[in-house]
Structures are given as C-alpha cells and as structure tokens.
C-alpha cells in the first residue's frame, strides 16, 4: 500500500481478513474492507462473505484475477469469483478496464452501506491492476435501478400504531436491524411510551439495554423461558429488523398461534419470508420508530392506551420461575458460564466483546450484560467457527480505545487462532478467553438430547497450545 492513510493489516489467512474486515464494520458502523489475491485466496473469502451477508455486515472485498484474455481458460489461479460469490453478495463487480476502477470502488462502497446493509465484491484482472490511468473520483453514485425505501408508509404506521395501543400481550421483538440503523434511542423511547416488553434476537443483542426493567430477555431455542413464552402468549408481536429465524420460531406453524403481526424491516424481501405480516413496513428501523412514536403518541392523545397490567404479572412471573442461571460444579471449580459472567462484570464500560459459535456464544450472550450497541459481536446467521478471534482483531482496529475480548471456545479457536501472530505483529492488543471442555460441545450437547447419547466425533483430543506454539507467544500483546 503507497499511501500511509490506509492502514494495512497482512494476515495469516484469508478467512481472517474477511472476518477481521467484519468486525471492524460491526464495532464501528463504517464499511470493512478486505483483500486477497486470485483463486484460493479469492475462495479463502467466501466464507466470511456469506457470513457478512447473513448478518447484514458491509463489506468490500477486492480480490485480484487473471489478465482479461486468459479469464475463461483455466489458467494458473483462476477462479470464476464473481459467479462464486453471486448469490452471497448484494453485488459482485468485474472490472475491465482501468477508468472503471474508482466508480466501482465507489459504487461498491454505496451498495454495501445502503438499504440492507450487506458485502460487495470487486473483482480486477492483473492487467488492469498493471493498467495506468488518470484517477478521477466520481462527484456523486448514481445507480438506476437501485434506489432503498428508507421512509415507511404513513397508512401502515398508523395501523401499527392502532394495534399496539389495542393489544393486550404486545412484545416488541428487535433484531439486528435496530443497531445497523442506530435507532437504538428511538427503541428506548417507543417501549418507554408503550410500556411493552422488549425481547432481543442474538443479532440484536445491545439495541436495548438488557439491565431495563422492559428487557425480557433473548428469544429461541437458546433464549430465556420469559422471552420464549412471552412471544409464543403474545397477542401482538412488532418485529423491528428481525428475520422471524428458524432459531427462534421453531416450527413456523405453532408459533405465536395468536399474534398478530406487525413487521418492519428496510429489506422488502424479508416481510413475510417466514411469517405472513397482517401489517408489512418497508423503511429503514430509525425513520419507523420515530414515525411510529408519533403515531402512538397521537393514539395516546385520543384515550387509546393499551393495559398491559395482566399481561405483565404473568411476564414477572415467568422471570421469577424460571430465572438465568447455571450449576456450579461439584468438585469446586468453576463453571463456564461463571468465568463468562465474572469477564464481563470485570471488564471496562464499553467492552467489545466478540464470541464463537457454539456454547460459550450462548453463554456470553447470557451472562454479559449489553446495555450498548456495538458492544456484543458474533456471527448469528451463518453460525461461523472461527470468528471471534480476527473478528476481535478488526474490532480492536476499529476503536483502539475501546477494550475487545474474544470469548472463544476451543473448538473454534484452532480454526484461526494464526491471527494471534497478526496481532502481536501489528501491534494490536486483544484479550482472549478460551472455553476449553475438550470437545465440541453444542454439538455434544444435542447428541446428549436428541441422540439419545450416541456420541461421535465431538471430542478434541488435544488442546490448543499443543498444536499452536504461537498461543505462547511472549511477543504477543493478547492477554
């Protein structure tokens, strides 16, 4: 890189560039951008692209081809990256000619943070890299065609709004689109008017503050019994920038049996996807929710508030039957689930904390407590081991102020723990906690219940410092 307003970061794989690039866009709301050579470095990105694509992360990735005349012939380090990443990208561009480079860059940049937030791949042959040209940056991005519905219809508002001041058992259910939108205030101050209970999807984890008396919990298969129950009893659920996942509904045709819909998200293609929605919002979540808090406020103004005394009794109940908690174990040392607690009682206001997948992500999700956004980093949709340790690094990059923990499990860990060396290299400082149970253990863990105890292949037979020296380190600036 010629130009020192770019900081470059040289990784030890490519998949940790894609996942570094990640959490840099995830902790800062900024565009990450991420680059490899052709063929399989090109293809060591498909992963956290997909990944970015499911959790609505933006991301640029450059990647390098062929010259033009050799595309098509197989030639040495060829890949079709463009048609690979089609269908998990919002686009993928293929540049051929040198003129071309600085609009797409700038369009890619444009595609990537509007609308539906979502990865962008500019793919550019070695010949037009090599190319010379006279650089002009284009005075504005213009694509026809492309155009997001940002401002929600005011008829639908109003009908939202009537059913919530009617409802008896509301839920308001917010996903991971609340905090790309930064309406996290606008959340605050619609459940404070309202007075529902707010549940939080893994993704949305941070867009209201979970010590809030309103804040029910997480919702799923790996939720709270309060927020489970709360969704399948209500009689109204708002869903704002969620997805209605097949991890938290369950089967589709006994959820909610009773709830009526109200669903909001700037991405039409996701309202009514996996739930019909008796009243459907297209805008992005900061412009519904001040819209929408109006809109209750007017119906406010006219005597229609909704009672929510009953329907509040049963959720204190169900908070105070079926609490958070976990064993301590019998031999005196400590649970997982402690370790995860006591980090993030420890840790400085406005950790980062970056998780794994698998238990320790679930239990990190618990047992810390996020009452900010950007502040809860992991990867939700597509479920991606090996995440948190370069996501944590991009993190770090991102608000090298701020303290970042990769809570991590040893499974995951030894998918790229290599990131470690870039760390210590490049001077920046992230903390790591490694959930080490010898074994693969959410997967143990259905084996346990759904199996009946026919374990296979869940068992690490080896830790992680006996095959990573470079955990060792003592150059490493990682605690």
């Known amino acids: 890189m010629d130009s020192s307003r770019v900081r470059h970061v040289l990784v030890r794989h490519e998949q940790g560039a894609g996942h570094a690039a990640t959490g840099y866009a995830q902790a800062t709301g900024k565009v990450g951008v991420c680059m490899a050579t052709s063929g399989p470095g090109a293809t060591n990105l498909v992963t956290p692209i997909a990944d970015a694509n499911m959790d609505s992360v933006p991301l640029v990735a450059i990647t390098g081809q062929v010259v033009t005349k050799a595309i098509g012939t197989d030639a040495f380090q060829e890949a079709d990256i463009v048609g690979i990443t089609m269908p998990i990208t919002k686009h993928s561009f293929?540049?051929?000619?040198?003129?071309?480079?600085?609009?797409?860059?700038?369009?890619?940049?444009?595609?990537?943070?509007?609308?539906?937030?979502?990865?962008?791949?500019?793919?550019?042959?070695?010949?037009?890299?090599?190319?010379?040209?006279?650089?002009?940056?284009?005075?504005?991005?213009?694509?026809?065609?492309?155009?997001?519905?940002?401002?929600?219809?005011?008829?639908?508002?109003?009908?939202a709004a009537k059913l919530i001041t009617a409802a008896k058992r509301p839920v308001l259910y917010v996903g991971?689109?609340?905090?790309?939108?930064?309406?996290?205030?606008?959340?605050?101050?619609?459940?404070?008017?309202?007075?529902?209970?707010?549940?939080?999807?893994?993704?949305?984890?941070?867009?209201?503050?979970?010590?809030?008396?309103?804040?029910?919990?997480?919702?799923?298969?790996?939720?709270?019994?309060?927020?489970?129950?709360a969704l399948q009893k209500a009689d109204l659920i708002v869903a704002l920038g969620a997805r209605f996942d097949d991890r938290v509904t369950g089967k589709l045709?006994?959820?909610?049996?009773?709830?009526?819909?109200?669903?909001?998200?700037?991405?039409?293609?996701?309202?009514?996807?996996?739930?019909?929605a008796d009243v459907p919002i297209v805008g992005d979540a900061r412009e519904v929710l001040a819209d929408l808090i109006q809109a209750v406020q007017k119906e406010h103004a006219e005597g229609h508030r909704g009672d929510y005394t009953a329907w509040?009794?049963?959720?204190?109940?169900?908070?105070?039957?079926?609490?958070?908690?976990?064993?301590?174990?019998?031999?005196?040392?400590?649970?997982?689930?402690?370790?995860?607690?006591?980090?993030?009682?420890?840790?400085?206001?406005?950790?980062?904390?970056?998780?794994?997948?698998?238990?320790?992500?679930?239990?990190?999700?618990?047992?810390?407590?996020?009452?900010?956004?950007?502040?809860?980093?992991?990867?939700?949709?597509?479920?991606?081991?090996?995440y948190a340790v370069p996501a944590a690094m991009g993190a770090k990059a991102g608000v090298p102020d701020r303290t970042v923990w990769a809570i991590d499990g040893d499974?995951?860990?030894?998918?790229?723990?290599?990131?470690?060396?870039?760390?210590?290299?490049?001077?920046?400082?992230?903390?790591?906690?490694?959930?080490?149970?010898?074994?693969?253990?959410?997967?143990?863990?259905?084996?346990?219940?759904?199996?009946?105890?026919?374990?296979?292949?869940?068992?690490?037979?080896?830790?992680?410092?006996?095959?990573?020296?470079?955990?060792?380190a003592p150059a490493s600036p990682t605690s």
Not at 182 to 199: F, K, M, N, Q, S
Not at 455 to 472: F, I, K, M
């Open 94 to 159: 293929l540049v051929t000619k040198a003129e071309d480079i600085p609009q797409t860059i700038a369009q890619a940049f444009h595609i990537a943070s509007t609308g539906r937030p979502g990865p962008v791949l500019v793919d550019i042959p070695k010949d037009v890299l090599q190319a010379q040209t006279t650089f002009s940056w284009p005075p504005a991005t213009d694509l026809p065609g492309y155009r997001p519905v940002t401002k929600p219809h005011a008829k639908q508002i109003r009908e």
């Open 176 to 229: 991971g689109g609340v905090l790309k939108a930064r309406a996290t205030a606008e959340l605050r101050v619609l459940a404070e008017l309202t007075g529902a209970p707010v549940t939080t999807t893994l993704m949305g984890l941070g867009a209201f503050p979970d010590s809030h008396e309103l804040h029910v919990g997480m919702p799923g298969m790996h939720g709270s019994v309060t927020a489970v129950t």
């Open 253 to 276: 045709d006994s959820f909610a049996p009773h709830a009526k819909i109200v669903h909001a998200d700037v991405d039409p293609a996701e309202i009514g996807k996996n739930r019909a």
């Open 312 to 386: 509040w009794n049963d959720l204190n109940r169900w908070r105070e039957t079926y609490p958070l908690g976990y064993d301590q174990p019998d031999d005196g040392s400590l649970s997982p689930q402690q370790v995860i607690e006591r980090i993030g009682q420890l840790a400085p206001e406005g950790t980062v904390f970056t998780a794994g997948v698998g238990q320790h992500q679930m239990w990190a999700a618990h047992f810390i407590e996020y009452d900010k956004p950007a502040t809860w980093l992991n990867s939700g949709g597509a479920g991606t081991m090996g």
């Open 411 to 472: 499974g995951c860990f030894q998918m790229t723990n290599q990131e470690l060396t870039t760390c210590a290299l490049n001077n920046i400082p992230i903390k790591v906690a490694i959930i080490n149970n010898g074994a693969l253990g959410m997967v143990r863990q259905w084996q346990t219940l759904f199996y009946n105890q026919r374990y296979s292949n869940t068992v690490l037979h080896s830790g992680p410092d006996d095959v990573n020296p470079e955990a060792r």
